[in-house]
Structure formats: structure tokens, C-alpha cells
T-cell receptor
């Protein structure tokens, strides 16, 4: 089954404790992206990657890191989480860089206390 | 002004009703337009792309008005299962895959 998976789905952590949210897709998609969704602000792009070893900042990259060492994986790293990073996070992938459909993962609900 | 704006709703409509949502965008150079559906606390899923000439998929019709810079989604014969949040998304240009999402319009269909 074609899908985007994320782990963990739910996470409660404390300020400053490094964490990684994994994202994997099995569709051989080149383009991957991370979004956060907050009430009243909608989906905002954090980082995106056009291919292996190619990443770039989205609209809200501060406090986040990403890497793309393999085509299928695109982990999101929070080196020192803060309460303002409490949010619902979605990973997404698409076949190509252009007007193609983005497939979203199921989401990771992160709470930073 | 936000790049992409939607009325948050909620739109409360009875089964069988026709309902329409609009989404305005600020960048006149925007190239691609989409409607996504998002159920509560779940991931967005593509409902339909919006083409310049307008397009229809069953009970759903999407239209683009470039002159006034908005897209619309019309749902005919609403079903209970149509209850969800509908997000519009706009891609600024052909050389970026960045999608800018609206905050969504919530639809609640009641019996």
C-alpha cells in the first residue's frame, strides 16, 4: 500500500530534550516536506527536500533541522524543543517538483512542556 | 493580508443542500490550485485540483477566477459524510513545490 508513515504519532516531552520525528514514504517520491498545523494559522511549511541531500527552508524553519540521506526518509529533528513547538506535524511527499499531488502522513501530535 | 484566505465557518447545512466555499489568494502569479479535505485531527487528502476552465468530480465542482483571484468549491446534494474541513492550497509558481494553505473552512452537514 502506497503511504507516508510518521513516528511517533503522539509525543509529550520536556523543554530542551532533543527529539526526532521520523517520516518514510514507499512511493519513490522525490519531493518531501514537513508542515506544522496550528489553530487559526493553518498548515505552514517547515522544511522541504527536492531530492537526496537537497533540503531548504520553508516558512517556519527556526528550531528545526532535517536531513535527507535516503530518498524514502525525511526525519524532522528538534534539537532543543520549546513549548511554542507544541503542534500537529505532518510529513508530505509528492512524485515530482511541480504541480503533483502531495500525500500526507497521518500526523504527529507533539506537546512540549 | 494573508496569502491565502478562507472563511473558517462553520457552515452548518442540512443533508441535500448545496454549499459553496471561496478561497482568495494574493499572489496573481499563482499557478496551481487545489482543494484538500481534512477530517478532524487527520491528515489532509487531496479532494481535487482546480483547472482554469473549471472541473467537476461527481457532486463537487471547482472553479478558478483569476481576475478576482479566488477559487471556489461547490458541493451539491450534501451528505453527512461531507462533514469535514476543506483546505484550499495554492502553488505560487512552476519552479516551486511550495504549497500555501488556507486555514480551512469547516462544513457540518446535519440530518
Amino acid at each position: 500500500e502506497a503511504q507516508v508513515t510518521q513516528n511517533p504519532r503522539y509525543l509529550i516531552t520536556v523543554t530542551g530534550k532533543k527529539l526526532t520525528v521520523t517520516c518514510s514514504q514507499n512511493m519513490n517520491h522525490e519531493y518531501m516536506s514537513w508542515y506544522r498545523q496550528d489553530p487559526g494559522l493553518g498548515l505552514r511549511q517547515i522544511y522541504y527536500s527536492m531530492n537526496v541531500e537537497v533540503t531548504d527552508k520553508g516558512d517556519v524553519p527556526e528550531g528545526y533541522k532535517v536531513s535527507r540521506k535516503e530518498k524514502r526518509n525525511f526525519p524532522l529533528i528538534l534539537e532543543s524543543p520549546s513549548p511554542n513547538q507544541t503542534s500537529l506535524y505532518f510529513c508530505a511527499s509528492s512524485l515530482e517538483f511541480g504541480p503533483s499531488e502531495q500525500y500526507f502522513g497521518p500526523g504527529t501530535r507533539l506537546t512540549v512542556t | 493580508r494573508k496569502e491565502v484566505e478562507q472563511d473558517p465557518g462553520p457552515f452548518n447545512v442540512p443533508e441535500g443542500a448545496t454549499v459553496a466555499f471561496n478561497c482568495t489568494y494574493s499572489n496573481s502569479a499563482s499557478q496551481s490550485f487545489f482543494w484538500y479535505r481534512q477530517d478532524c485531527r487527520k491528515e489532509p487528502k487531496l479532494l481535487m485540483s482546480v483547472y482554469s476552465s473549471g472541473n467537476e468530480d461527481g457532486r463537487f465542482t471547482a472553479q478558478l477566477n483569476r481576475a478576482s483571484q479566488y477559487i471556489s468549491l461547490l458541493i451539491r446534494d450534501s451528505k453527512l459524510s461531507d462533514s469535514a474541513t476543506y483546505l484550499c492550497a495554492v502553488r505560487a509558481s512552476y519552479n516551486t513545490d511550495k504549497l500555501i494553505f488556507g486555514t480551512g473552512t469547516r462544513l457540518q452537514v446535519f440530518p
